[in-house]
């Protein structure tokens, strides 16, 4: 199939997914195998060794890829591990700028993991691109974006800081977790990288973890295919096969996502118990030109202020519909508190400086019925 005609919603169902040769099955099969038999010493079918390659990874692999417009994409066991394979292509004494805001796992790999073995961060707030430029270094190789953040739903004018990555002959990454393809493609604004945590919209079912890293850069393609190879950290079949059953419906769930996320966005900017509302899709975020101008939607993910950890606990404890849970871009709706659970190992000043507050809660709105979740969270906030 040549995808390079083929729109958002029919990659979505087909792409990297031809008929089974053997019987037929309109399914990928699941490849549930370590090896691959060799017809004679030296030969092979074009597998060796599940650690290198599968086929049903290898279907997850184009299928993301396609909905990214990439040429190319390689699968790993978990989202950390796929930004830390995009980090394992630098060397020591290399430097890479960091959105200051990432996922709080991905600042504790990077601070207490990766600093150790000589590789230099510096934490920016890349909303700013005049920090962004201040802080490019001879030495800087890499710069990681997260946009949307994780949990203060900041942006990154994308396209911008690809130039000023560019212009000091660094690479540029995206953390696409948050947007999803459907809703934002780096790659179309510049960007060399993409990756996700496919644990979270991709899968959409809150069943597997997973990563995923995209690129039309053939030798950053080579150079993850050898990391992944020589390190080890491969996704499973079977959770490769689930991902891609997720990726199928991507764009109707998206879809509902954004409408869900819109609607409680706008329910709780008005409620008397909210004080501040984080939502790139609501005309006072005040990047909501820039989410119009980079997004096609702007997801189920919301972070209110409420004021109070007395009261954040319980709008998130008194919840019925929304559970309380770590994770986030399921179709089932969650609800957590970023300084006590995604966002624990990131130092207490450091948090609070990005206004990761006691009191902030974040919502993962799923597909669920809108008014029942309005409802929901309207009788939790009348107790808190
Ligand atoms: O959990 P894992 O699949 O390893 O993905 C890590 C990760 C990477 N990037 C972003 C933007 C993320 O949000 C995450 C994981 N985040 C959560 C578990 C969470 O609840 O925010």
Redesign the pocket.
């Known amino acids: 199939m040549n995808a390079n005609n083929l729109r958002f919603a029919t990659l979505a169902v087909h792409a990297g997914q031809e008929p089974d040769p053997g019987a037929g099955a309109i399914m990928v099969p699941i490849y549930q195998t370590s090896t691959y038999v060799q017809p004679a010493l030296g030969q092979t079918h074009g597998y060796e060794y599940s650690r290198v390659q599968n086929p049903t990874r290898e279907a997850l692999e184009e299928n993301v890829a396609a909905l990214e417009g990439a040429r190319f994409g390689v699968a790993f066991?978990?989202?950390?591990?796929?930004?830390e394979a995009v980090t394992k292509r630098l060397s020591s004494g290399d430097h890479v700028v960091s959105e200051e805001n990432?996922?709080?796992?991905?600042h504790r790999m990077f601070t207490q993991v990766l600093a150790r073995l000589g590789l230099e961060f510096t934490f920016v707030d890349t909303r700013d691109p005049d920090l962004i430029a201040n802080a490019m270094r001879p030495n800087t190789r890499l710069v990681l974006l997260?946009t949307p953040?994780?949990?203060m739903m900041r942006l990154c004018d994308i396209q911008g800081a690809t130039e000023i990555a560019h212009e000091a002959g660094a690479l540029l990454c995206v953390?696409n977790?948050?947007a999803s393809p459907y809703n934002q493609r780096p790659l179309e604004l510049g960007a060399d990288i993409v990756?996700?945590?496919?644990?979270?919209y991709l899968n959409g079912h809150s069943d597997i973890?997973?990563?995923i890293v995209v690129t039309n850069n053939e030798t950053v393609h080579e150079e993850l295919y050898f990391l992944r190879k020589a390190t080890g950290a491969v996704p499973g079949p079977m959770d490769c096969w689930l991902c891609l059953r997720g990726t199928k419906t991507l764009h109707l769930r998206m879809r509902q996502h954004n409408e869900n996320g819109q609607r409680i966005a706008r329910f709780l900017e008005g409620h008397p118990k909210i004080e501040g509302i984080h939502y790139p899709g609501l005309p006072s975020h005040p990047q909501h030109e820039l989410a119009c101008r980079q997004m096609r939607g702007f997801t189920g993910m919301v972070s209110v202020e409420t004021g109070s950890l007395e009261r954040a606990r319980a709008l998130a404890e008194g919840t019925r519909i929304f559970a309380l849970?770590?994770?986030?871009?399921g179709v089932e709706s969650?609800i957590?508190h970023?300084a006590l659970?995604?966002?624990a190992s990131v130092p207490p000043q450091r948090r609070l400086a990005m206004g990761i507050s006691d009191g902030l809660v974040?919502l993962?709105v799923g597909v669920e019925d809108a008014d029942d979740l309005i409802e929901d969270l309207d009788q939790a906030l009348r107790s808190a």
């Open positions: 066991s978990s989202g950390l591990a796929a930004i990432v996922y709080g796992g991905t997260e953040t994780n949990p953390d977790t948050f990756v996700h945590s496919s644990t979270k973890i997973g990563g849970a770590e994770s986030l871009g969650l957590s970023p659970m995604t966002h974040r993962s």
